[in-house]
Structure formats: C-alpha cells, structure tokens
C-alpha cells in the first residue's frame, strides 16, 4: 500500500522560509515522478513542483526561483524547499505520487496523494 505522508507546514511571515517534507512508503520515490501540489480556500488545486525519475524538475511561474525541490533516494523523501514567501502562497500543500517515471503537469496524471499540510504566509 502506498503512504505519502507530508510534513513541515506551518505559520510564517512574508519574507520567511519552510521546508516541506514528504515520506513515501510502498514505492521507490527515486523511480516515480513525484510533485508538490497545492490547494487555496475557493481555488483550484495547482501544480506547484514536479520532479522525473531522472531528477528533471518543473515549476509554476509563480514560484520559479523562490522554490526548490529535491529528492533523497536513501530516505525515500522528496523535498519542497520554500523561499521567500508571500501570503499568496497560503494553501493546503499535497504531495503526489504518478506510477511512470516522466514529469507531467496535469493532476489527473499522480495516482497517489498525500494528507496535506497547511502552509500559512502572515504579511
């Protein structure tokens, strides 16, 4: 059975850092695409993060340069490092999981899914 299982949300203030962490079981983290999504009151779920088995990685415009994530193979972990953030960033925070290996954008594409973990920007 697979378990992702996110950690690290919390309150901050604009300018501040989190880093988000996500613990995979039942798969090799380093052999899927995994991403970071997240979900504000009233909007969309959004992509905001992705990395390929190979270690490609895509982000949303709105985070490009202020977010980084990563991957420890020997943790089975895959990282959501936040920089800069912006009260805009508040959302609930999901990690995803896809079955193949290639890095895709759509939501529909991750078959597995975390609890979340709320992320609050004070400004």
């Known amino acids: 059975q697979v378990q992702l299982v996110e950690s690290g949300g919390g309150l901050v203030q604009t300018g501040g850092s989190l880093r988000l962490s996500c613990a995979a079981s039942?798969?090799?983290?380093?052999?899927?695409?995994m991403g970071w999504f997240r979900q504000a009151p009233g909007k969309e779920r959004e992509l905001v993060a992705a990395?390929?088995?190979?270690?490609?990685?895509y982000y949303a415009d709105s985070v490009k340069g202020r977010f980084a994530i990563s991957r420890d193979n020997a943790k089975n972990t895959v990282y959501l490092q936040m920089n800069t953030l912006k009260p805009e960033d508040t959302a609930v925070y999901y990690c995803?999981?896809?079955?193949?290996?290639?890095?895709?954008?759509?939501?529909?594409?991750?078959?597995?899914w975390g609890q979340g973990t709320q992320v609050t920007v004070s400004s």
């Open positions: 995803a999981a896809r079955r193949g290996v290639l890095l895709r954008t759509n939501l529909d594409e991750y078959a597995y």
């Open positions: 039942g798969l090799t983290a380093g052999s899927v695409a």
């Open positions: 990395i390929s088995s190979r270690g490609s990685t």
